[in-house]
């Protein structure tokens, strides 16, 4: 994609104000973008706007993202979320998986929500 092309699209897709230096700066070149951006909400966002029918490969960057917070996560839900999602992007689990795995997770994090607004 040319850097006149990605302005275009990224006009065209209204990315946020935020990111518009960045992508001045990067000279709308999308291989620095993907380079040095340290973003990676703005990277699967353009990922997925640039390449929506890939699913498994958006899927296993996001696994990737998230793993990197892994230490975090207290319940063994949102673990195994992340698992099946990147095991998902490598072809080793199932999109019924990666469902059920989401769905288990975002369970989770309501009861997480709702214990929290009830001690508040």
Same mark, same amino acid.
Not at 70 to 82: E, G, Q, T
């Given at each position: 994609?040319?850097?006149?092309?990605?302005? &275009?699209?990224?006009?065209?897709? #209204?990315?946020?104000? &935020?990111?518009?230096?960045?992508?001045?700066?990067?000279?709308?070149?999308?291989?620095?973008?993907?380079?040095?951006?340290?973003?990676?909400?703005?990277?699967?966002?353009?990922?997925?706007?640039?390449?929506?029918? #890939?699913?498994?490969?958006?899927?296993?960057?996001?696994?990737?993202?998230? #793993?990197?917070? =892994?230490?975090?996560?207290?319940?063994? =839900?949102?673990?195994?979320?992340?698992?099946?999602?990147?095991?998902?992007?490598?072809? =080793? !689990?199932?999109?019924?998986?990666?469902?059920?795995? !989401?769905?288990?997770?975002?369970?989770?994090? !309501?009861?997480?929500?709702?214990? !929290?607004?009830?001690?508040?």
């Amino acid at each position: 994609m040319t850097s006149d092309e990605l302005k &275009e699209k990224l006009a065209e897709w #209204n990315v946020c104000t &935020e990111s518009i230096p960045f992508v001045k700066e990067c000279g709308y070149d999308l291989q620095v973008i993907w380079n040095t951006c340290e973003r990676g909400d703005w990277l699967l966002w353009l990922y997925n706007k640039l390449y929506p029918k #890939n699913l498994q490969q958006l899927t296993l960057a996001k696994g990737h993202c998230a #793993n990197t917070i =892994r230490h975090l996560m207290k319940d063994k =839900r949102s673990i195994k979320a992340v698992d099946i999602a990147i095991a998902f992007g490598k072809g =080793r !689990a199932t999109r019924e998986e990666l469902e059920a795995a !989401a769905a288990s997770a975002a369970a989770a994090s !309501a009861a997480y929500a709702s214990a !929290a607004y009830a001690s508040a």
